[in-house]
Every structure is written in C-alpha cells, then in structure tokens.
C-alpha cells in the first residue's frame, strides 16, 4: 500500500486568497489523482496529474483555478486560487496501486473553509 | 444520468441484519468496481473490489457485477454498528481515474 502525506490538513482561508496543498507518497507513481469532496458529497475528480506533463482537467475544472504542479514521481501541489465560499471542501490527494487491485489510496485531505 | 449512481439513503439496518447497497453505472466500458467505505471525518478506504461477473466473498462482505445490467452491489452479512458509514461505489475502465458514486450512507441500528 502508498502512503500518503498531506498538508496542510486544515486550513481557513479568506475569500480571494489562494493556498497551495501538497501531497507526498512513500513511492514513486506515474498518475497522483486530486478529487475535491464538498460538504455532504460525494468525490469529485479534479485532475489528474502526471509527471513530466500538464494536468488533466475534468470537465468543470481549469488550471487558472486549480493550477497542479508534479515535479517528480512522489510528490505534487494542487493550489486553489482566488477562493471563494464555495471552494470550502476537502481536498483529497490520490494514487492507484501498482498491483492487480489497482485500488485507489488516499491521504488524509486538506479540510480548507473559506471565510 | 448520472455516470454511478446509489441510493442515497440513509439505510438504517437492525444490528445482524443483512445489508443491501446497491449501485449502477452507465459506461459499458468499465472494467473495475469498487465499494470504498468512508467514517465522517475520515478518507475513504478499500472494502471490496470486483472485476467479474458474479458473486466475490471477503469475510462478511460479499460484492455482486452484473455488468449485462451495469449493476453492481454490496452485501454485508451479519451487521455491526461499526458498520455505519458512508458506502462509495467507484468504477474504473481501467488503470485510470476512478469514478465515484453520490454514495449511500448506513446506519446499523443496536
């Protein structure tokens, strides 16, 4: 199994700033996968990131908003520019597994409330 | 549509009951199914995976494909209050992103 390090794990922000998460693995992996879960919801993915290219964007999502760094094969940012209230979620860092399972860990989320 | 969809719930269940969840998904390319359970506060984790069709046991949880009706399910036998959760089906086409459902959340009644 990966683990997963985030941080921050909280964080309250005021509306218009932005705040970068990071998130480093135990191992290297090709795709580290950033879902956002808002209050009562389910995951959402935002993008997909891997290294050495840009991001992919799900639909709704864009990199002005959500710009995605990924150095190396260990670690990545995921920034949320110009908050808002609606940007209050959790933020989820995500890798597959190399084996069969190809099940999906997490880390531990970044909790960000916008004020 | 939706691409997974779940029952919403919340599920209330008496304590050593039979758990039924319940799951559908509209891409007939997938490939992997997922039951992720998530305590509040707390990230998902793994509980079963499945990839063919047909009944897969692990312990008291037994996950059902039927991918002819693009259904997948998840039973828990022998229900424990520890069991409340929120259940999140996920699939996936293949070694790529999954896709999560609204997810259905599971009260176990003492």
């Known amino acids: 199994s990966a683990v997963i390090s985030q941080k921050p794990s909280r964080d309250i922000c005021q509306r218009g700033t932005s705040l970068t998460i990071q998130c480093q693995v135990d191992?290297?992996?090709?795709?580290m996968f950033w879902y956002r879960q808002q209050p009562g919801q389910s995951l959402t993915l935002i993008a997909t990131?891997?290294?050495?290219?840009?991001?992919?964007?799900e639909s709704g999502f864009v990199i002005d908003k959500f710009p995605i760094s990924r150095p190396n094969l260990t670690f990545s940012t995921l920034t949320v520019s110009n908050m808002s209230p609606e940007d209050s979620s959790i933020y989820l860092c995500?890798?597959?597994?190399?084996?069969?399972?190809?099940?999906?860990?997490f880390g531990e989320g970044s909790r960000l409330t916008v004020l | 549509q939706k691409e997974v969809e779940q029952n919403s719930g919340p599920l209330s269940v008496p304590e050593g009951a039979i758990a039924s969840l319940n799951c559908t998904y509209s891409?007939?390319?997938?490939?992997?199914f997922f039951w992720y359970r998530q305590y509040s506060g707390k990230s998902p984790e793994l509980i079963m995976f499945?990839?063919?069709?047909g009944d897969k046991e692990d312990g008291r949880f037994t996950a059902q494909l039927n991918k002819a009706s693009q259904y997948v399910s998840l039973l828990i036998r022998d229900s424990q209050p520890s069991d409340s959760a929120t259940y999140l089906c996920?699939?996936?086409?293949?070694?790529?992103?999954?896709?999560f459902g609204t997810g259905t959340r599971l009260t176990i009644i003492p």
């Open positions: 995500s890798v597959r597994s190399g084996f069969n399972t190809g099940e999906l860990f």
């Open positions: 891409d007939r390319g997938s490939q992997s």
């Open positions: 996920a699939v996936s086409r293949g070694n790529e992103k999954l896709t």
């Open positions: 191992s290297q992996v090709t795709m």
């Open positions: 499945i990839y063919s069709n």
């Open positions: 990131a891997n290294q050495g290219s840009e991001a992919t964007y």
